[in-house]
């Protein structure tokens, strides 16, 4: 019902005239051919990364499912709770796509460059503040939680994996590639995100998880490896000027 409500009120939206993009009922169905090759140039990358990163995702969890029931409750419960930390670099990654998009299409690579550090940094400075608080409230927030000790022990550890790994990483493993992407470098971001998926995330899961018996403590740690080899990736990509050479619209 949420989503249906949310859906109306956007569909409203966008055919409000007094907003500088607006719809039309006779033109919802594009004709622009060309445009709309340009716009599937990035969205057809995006998509094909955000299915296999969720079938990853899947593949994760079911190396997890073999730790046992107290390890398989704790990874429930610390991806609920890690939500917290990292909620503004979740909403700052809309933001990137819109006012990157913009300056590339103005060809200001300048204020593309300059806004999206800026962007970054208030990512991070937020996913710190966050962590921070997450940190000193956990005991409470755990507390909600009608688990065993064990499961409390895994969680808590958990947790502050992530949120460490988060305010290190985040922005420049997910905020930054959608910079990217805004500018039309899309297929280096998939590459690197499939690779890195396969690889780290993956890969290392089952080497830590498995083989080293670390359990689902290693399966986390190899996310944060994920992050590491994305967020090397997309920095370089960023500082070698090569993502200026795109223009999508």
């Not at 790994?165 to 995100?193: C, E, Q, W």
Request: charged letters at 15%; a positive charge; one cysteine or more.
């Amino acid at each position: 019902m949420s989503r249906a409500v949310a859906g109306i009120v956007m569909t409203a939206l966008a055919f409000n005239a007094k907003h500088e993009v607006y719809l039309k009922a006779k033109n919802v169905f594009c004709r622009n051919f060309e445009m709309l090759r340009r716009i599937l140039k990035i969205a057809i990358p995006n998509a094909i990364e955000n299915g296999l990163f969720a079938l990853g995702r899947v593949l994760v969890t079911s190396i997890v499912a073999m730790f046992g029931t107290a390890q398989i409750a704790a990874n429930g419960v610390a991806g609920s709770v890690d939500l917290i930390a990292i909620i503004v670099v979740s909403a700052m990654n809309l933001a990137v796509v819109t006012v990157v998009g913009q300056c590339v299409g103005a060809n200001r690579y300048d204020e593309a460059e300059h806004y999206l550090k800026k962007m970054m940094k208030v990512s991070w400075i937020a996913t710190a503040v966050l962590t921070v608080l997450v940190w000193l409230c956990l005991p409470m927030i755990l507390s909600c939680f009608a688990v065993s000790e064990e499961t409390y022990h895994y969680a808590y550890i958990l947790v502050m994996l992530h949120n460490i790994f988060a305010t290190v990483l985040h922005p420049t493993s997910f905020n930054l590639p959608n910079g990217l992407r805004a500018a039309g470098d899309a297929k280096f971001t998939m590459y690197i995100g499939i690779g890195s998926m396969a690889m780290f995330r993956i890969g290392s899961a089952v080497l830590f998880g498995i083989l080293l018996n670390m359990g689902v403590v290693g399966v986390w740690i190899a996310m944060g490896m994920d992050w590491l080899a994305r967020s090397v990736a997309f920095v370089w990509r960023f500082k070698s000027k090569k993502w200026q050479k795109f223009r999508a619209i």
